[in-house]
């Protein structure tokens, strides 16, 4: 079955370091997103990305977030200069049709020391 | 802002029997409803959803309601298992007219089926 990868699982980062995660979405999905959760909060929306573009970002989604699909195959979320406030749990999703069904990778978690 | 509320933290049901998820949200503009499911360390995995033009959608095990007046959803899973044991995300959308799929999700709710 056809799933989100997502690496590193785990990164740990001095405050102030530029961190970049990694997402393969499934192959024939179009539209790429990533949430974040912080520890004992909710899923939270960061931005979605179709067409090469942002086509809606958050507020968390500031100007210290970026996201990228280099080649054809990954989307990449890069935080400028880690806050402490950024260490959570970032998932990657996909989807490629009009469902809403969202796919989700396993999740990378950032810890900002 | 809460648009998207699970009230109940937690839920334990034996197993065999019916555990009820439930979820309100506060958005008019909300217009397709799902559930996710998430074990530890992993992704939330989609469950079912459910578009605002029904009020019922089933698949096997699993049912979503939906109360458009009362702004309020819930998933029914009967038999319960003990491998449903997990958290149990309510997620909502607007209908932004494309595909583009910014979810809300609530808190989500620590369901236990006790053997």
């Known amino acids: 079955e056809p799933e989100v990868t997502q690496t590193p699982s785990h990164q740990v980062t001095q405050m102030g370091q530029e961190v970049i995660l990694r997402c393969v979405p499934i192959s024939n999905h179009l539209y790429f997103y990533w949430y974040r959760q912080i520890l004992g909060q909710k899923v939270e929306f960061l931005v979605s990305f179709y067409n090469n573009e942002i086509s809606e970002k958050s507020e968390i989604f500031d100007d210290q977030f970026s996201v990228e699909r280099p080649d054809g195959s990954n989307f990449t979320l890069k935080i400028r200069s880690t806050k402490l406030e950024d260490s959570a749990m970032y998932f990657c999703?996909?989807?490629?049709?009009?469902?809403?069904?969202?796919?989700f990778g396993e999740g990378s978690r950032l810890t900002v020391l | 802002d809460q648009q998207v509320k699970q009230n109940s933290p937690s839920l334990s049901v034996q197993e065999g029997r019916i555990s009820i998820l439930n979820c309100d949200y506060t958005n008019s503009m909300f217009d397709y409803f799902l559930w996710y499911k998430k074990y530890p360390a992993e992704g939330p995995t989609f469950l079912i959803s459910?578009?605002?033009?029904?009020d019922k959608n089933e698949d096997g095990r699993f049912t979503v309601f939906l109360n458009k007046s009362a702004k309020h959803l819930s998933l029914h899973i009967v038999p319960s298992q003990p491998g449903d044991s997990a958290v149990y995300f309510c997620a909502a959308s607007p209908n932004s007219g494309g595909s583009n799929y910014k979810l809300t999700f609530g808190k989500g709710t620590l369901l236990t089926v006790n053997p």
């Open positions: 459910i578009s605002s033009i029904k």
């Open positions: 999703a996909s989807s490629g049709d009009t469902t809403g069904e969202l796919f």
